[in-house]
């Protein structure tokens, strides 16, 4: 088991992302069609990312849908 403080969640990368492009959440809601209750869920480590919130970060921000889904699955397995 991985220690705890060394896990994140995908939740924290994206709203590190965020910052260093000056997005507020509700550009991420308009460029992605999803709620805000969802990506501010998301994005405190409320909820899992999803295979299409992972799939259109990678069309927004170039990173692979299976990097966001392997973070979200370390998190779980090593915090659940």
């Known amino acids: 088991m991985i220690e ?3 896990i994140s969640y ?6 590190e992302i965020m910052i260093d492009r000056n997005m507020i959440p509700e550009e ?3 460029k992605t069609n999803l709620s805000l209750e969802y990506i501010s869920d998301v994005i405190k480590g409320e909820k899992s990312i999803s295979d299409r919130f ?3 970060l990678e069309n927004l921000f170039g990173i692979s849908t299976e ?4 973070l979200q699955n370390i998190y779980d397995r ?3």
């Not at 995908?10 to 709203?15: A, C, D, N, V």
């Not at 990097?67 to 392997?70: A, F, K, M, R």
């Open 28 to 30: 991420l809601v308009a």
């Open 54 to 56: 992972a799939n259109t």
């Open 78 to 80: 090593n915090i659940y």
């Open 4 to 6: 705890r403080d060394l």
């Open 67 to 70: 990097l966001w889904i392997n």
């Open 10 to 15: 995908p939740g924290e990368t994206i709203k």
